[in-house]
């Protein structure tokens, strides 16, 4: 019998945390939320330390970096809306990473929405809402009045069409990872040729791996190059209209790329690991779920309903780095030091027993859920994931006549690191369907896409892991 991960040496640390830790010197004994004992079930590991330590948990990850881990529901609510106490600016740091450390990249500071407070957040966002809606105003006026939608509805087609015929495939390789990448991709102006090695190195960035820094670094200067296009050549897209706004700030050029730059890698990043992982989990509650099934095919459930319980049981970022305390302050009875991380718990939040004593129980109405966060910094993207995966789902119902599982439901695995979750795999059959006759390009206006670099140039190097 194999000793459970909440019990493993390598996850409860008998000598406590490391030396330098603010909770060392507190003699408070954490945990270790990395490693293959815990993430071959973190949902175990997360109820234990709720169990040993209440709603907030002192934890150490990877690199022996400590952290409190927050899992009450109340608790989380509470830190994402009181950014003067718990700031997203990892200046505020306590500590120094070391050179190389994976968590980089999760929290190197950068003139970022997602990393700023205050005035500065709401400049920085309100360039890229605007971007968003400014797009997607022009596209709905281009393209008879559905927008972005129309676009995911043909794509969605396109891909389906490479294995409708075949009678097999499987859902995550050749849709769920695909569709979210390539309708992001095209909204920036890339070109689609760079979706198969971004769809590695996107995972990569945020999964806490050792070659995360690399796998970053790698997106960022593909998107500088796209900028420096956009720069010289506008085009339809959300990068050309980040510029526009940011030349009415009047920024240095060097400071306007960089700015350009690191939002587009924001918004690609997080835009494909909420939505890919959304698509993916949905689809393998309609196939393997009875009571789901059934509740869809009766009426009972409507397709967002549907996409709004995998948001409450199945959340994309089941963890999110991270929070800094500005001041010393308690905290579900703990007390957090001026500069000590915390890292929110979005899964563990969702089934908080408090506010979800019966898990089997439907959250249909209910979309209180933290799976987008809330506060200042909610997701501003959550309705263009929803809307990637209501219409993708839709398009696969109505091409693929019995689909169902090829594989028994146990053997449909899923992998989580620190702040990703995703499924391997989702092998699914159905009725053979011939290749649709007389489809079109893609509906709208089209993007100026940037080109694929010739050999020699820097990008290429940046979309491979060698």
């Known amino acids: ?66 952290a409190w881990l927050i899992l009450g529901y109340r608790e989380n609510l509470e830190v994402m809306r009181n950014p003067s106490l718990f700031t997203r600016d990892s200046r505020h740091w306590n500590i120094q990473l070391d050179e190389g450390s994976p968590l980089a990249p999760l929290t190197a500071w950068q003139p970022l929405t997602n990393l700023t407070d205050g005035e500065e957040h709401t400049r920085l966002r309100a360039a890229v809402t605007q971007s968003l809606a400014n797009f997607s105003s022009r596209q709905e006026s281009e393209s008879g009045g559905h927008g972005v939608h129309r676009y995911v509805v043909w794509r969605s087609h396109q891909l389906i069409d490479q294995f409708a015929a075949r009678g097999s495939a499987d859902l995550i390789s050749e849709f769920a990872d695909l569709l979210p990448l390539r309708v992001i991709s095209r909204l920036l102006g890339l070109s689609e040729a760079h979706v198969p090695a971004l769809v590695d190195s996107v ?5 806490g791996s050792a070659t995360a820094v690399t796998s970053s670094e790698q997106i960022t200067r593909l998107l500088y190059d796209l900028v420096a296009l956009k720069r010289e050549v506008p085009g339809h897209d959300i990068t050309s209209r980040l510029i526009t706004h940011k030349l009415g700030e009047r920024l240095g050029e060097e400071h306007l790329r960089q700015e350009v730059a690191e939002h587009l890698r924001m918004l690609l990043t997080a835009t494909h690991s909420t939505t890919a992982p959304l698509l993916g989990s949905t ?87 933290l799976s987008f966060s809330a506060g200042p910094h909610e997701c501003p993207g959550k309705n263009l994931a929803r809307g990637i995966v209501s219409a993708g789902i839709d398009v696969l119902q109505e091409r693929l006549e019995g689909l169902r599982l090829a594989v028994p439901t146990s053997e449909v ?18 009725t053979p369907r011939p290749h649709r006759a007389g489809v079109g390009g893609p509906p709208g206006a089209q993007p100026q896409h940037a080109p694929i670099p010739q050999s020699g140039t820097a990008t290429p190097h940046a979309l491979s892991h060698g």
């Open 413 to 430: 695995h899923e992998s989580q690191a620190l702040m990703s979750r995703h499924l391997d795999r989702l092998p699914v059959t159905f």
């Open 203 to 207: 995972r990569d960035t945020i999964s």
């Open 283 to 369: 689809l393998r509650m309609s196939l393997s779920d009875r009571r789901f099934r059934g509740h869809l095919a009766g009426g009972q459930m409507t397709l967002p309903t549907a996409v709004e319980q995998v948001l409450w049981d199945s959340p994309p970022f089941p963890r999110l780095v991270g929070r800094w305390a500005t001041a010393d302050t308690d905290l579900a009875e703990q007390r957090i030091r001026k500069g000590d991380l915390l890292v929110h718990g979005l899964a563990a939040a969702n089934r908080d027993p408090k506010i979800r004593p019966d898990l089997d129980e439907p959250m249909h109405g209910n979309n209180a859920h």
């Open 1 to 66: 019998m194999t000793t459970p991960p909440y019990e493993h040496p390598h996850f409860a640390s008998k000598s406590g945390p490391p030396p330098g830790c603010p909770a060392h010197a507190r003699g408070i004994e954490s945990a270790r939320l990395y490693g293959p004992e815990v993430e071959a079930d973190y949902t175990a590991a997360e109820e234990a330390l709720r169990k040993r330590f209440g709603p907030v948990a002192p934890v150490t990850l990877q690199g022996d970096v400590p």
